[in-house]
């Protein structure tokens, strides 16, 4: 098991952030990335090739996730942490301009449902196709068009200060 002890070293930060971004709580993404491990562990000798573990155990957070919120109704989420970030820093990078975007896309994303929030990650911060993201969910593919639509169309009320930053077009967001 060296192989799922290494997989589990390299991919855990990456797996928090998206797992933060999903349930808004530091606490709550540590418990869905630690469940969406287990699992993995469970069915580590199953997968074909180590390189399906991430993808295995990040459809297993997605669905974990869903099933939450299906089980728990839609409740108001308020932000008690920050939001992890990755260790390595630019040099010459204004960390001042960089966590008021954290704050106000953070503040943003806090407005939208469970679903659009879990559609716009996937989308645009895991970069997945739209089928990829209706899979993933257990949805439609018109729903995430339509929840990506709407979500969007929220971020730009509720935030029309993001807009400067960036401009997304049919392949997605671009600087």
Excluded: C
Aim: aromatic letters at 6%; proline letters at 3%.
């Amino acid at each position: 098991m060296d192989e799922f002890d290494d997989f589990v070293r390299a991919r855990t930060p990456a797996l928090l952030r998206s797992a933060y971004l999903l349930t808004g709580d530091q606490h709550l993404a540590e418990d869905l990335v630690q469940t969406a491990l287990a699992r993995t562990h469970r069915s580590w000798r199953r997968l074909d090739a180590s390189e399906n573990a991430e993808a295995y155990t990040r459809r297993t957070m997605y669905h974990l996730q869903v099933s939450w919120w299906r089980r728990h109704g839609r409740r108001p989420e308020w932000l008690t942490g920050d939001l992890p970030e990755p260790r390595a820093r630019a040099a010459g990078v204004d960390h001042a301009n960089q966590a008021a975007v954290r704050i106000t896309l953070r503040n943003a994303l806090m407005r939208l449902t469970n679903r659009q929030r879990a559609v716009l990650v996937l989308r645009f911060f895991e970069d997945h196709t739209e089928a990829e993201a209706a899979d993933l969910l257990g949805v439609s593919i018109g729903t995430v068009k339509s929840q990506t639509a709407r979500a969007l169309a929220r971020l730009r009320a509720v935030a029309p200060e993001l807009s400067d930053l960036y401009v997304v077009h049919a392949k997605g967001p671009t600087r």
